[in-house]
């Protein structure tokens, strides 16, 4: 009997280790034009790993799910992929660096039922966050930082955020979504799908 179950415990011992090896990296491809691509582990513990393939960038693709990774290019961009999803970088450009870590609003739950957090980056990494109902009501936004990008984590969620100089900027799901030309934001409405 005892014989019988050592192949059991050691098949079963050596699954667990693949299993745990497989959770600590995000496989991302970056995508370039004309179908030109590369892939990059990032651990999933929120560290800042280089990126150093000149390849410009158009679009970034995660297939971990539960995760949330930003990626930050040359020219400035910051580009966020929550759980598994493809996001355009906007405008194209070489990545220089991305981070990676666990979330719950990868896996495409709400924040809190009924309400989803968005956050607005300026220049130099200099952001706020702020909660807006998804029932569709327009909601005030008085941070007077300008903003650059306006970032996501939740799937199934559509927002719109009006500028003090009349941007309108939509953002649809889990992405991070350029604000042009960059401005603060004075109203946003989100509702579910």
């Known amino acids: 009997m005892k014989l019988a179950l ?12 693949n299993i745990g090896r497989g959770h600590g990296n995000a496989q991302i491809t970056f995508i370039g034009a004309a179908g030109a691509q590369f892939t990059q582990d990032f651990p999933i513990d929120g560290s800042t790993v280089k990126i150093t393939n000149p ?34 970088v906007g405008p194209p450009q070489t990545q220089v ?14 924040d809190h039922p009924g309400q989803v957090v968005i956050t607005f980056e300026g220049a130099a990494n200099a952001q706020f966050q702020q909660t807006f ?39 649809s799901g889990a992405q991070t979504v350029d604000v042009g030309p960059p401005q603060t934001q004075v109203s946003g409405a989100c509702y579910v799908d």
């Open 55 to 88: 390849l410009s960038i158009s679009q970034i693709y995660d297939g971990t799910k539960g995760t949330v990774c930003t990626f930050n290019g040359i020219d400035h961009s910051v580009t966020t992929v929550t759980g598994v999803g493809q996001v355009d």
């Open 97 to 110: 660096q991305g981070s990676c870590h666990w979330g719950s609003t990868a896996r495409g739950y709400p």
């Open 133 to 171: 109902p998804t029932n569709g009501a327009s909601t005030s936004i008085t941070n007077p930082l300008s903003i650059s990008h306006i970032i996501s984590g939740t799937n199934g969620v559509h927002c719109t955020f009006n500028g003090i100089d009349h941007s309108v900027t939509t953002v």
């Open 6 to 17: 050592l192949p059991t415990l050691l098949s079963t011992s050596v699954l667990g280790l």
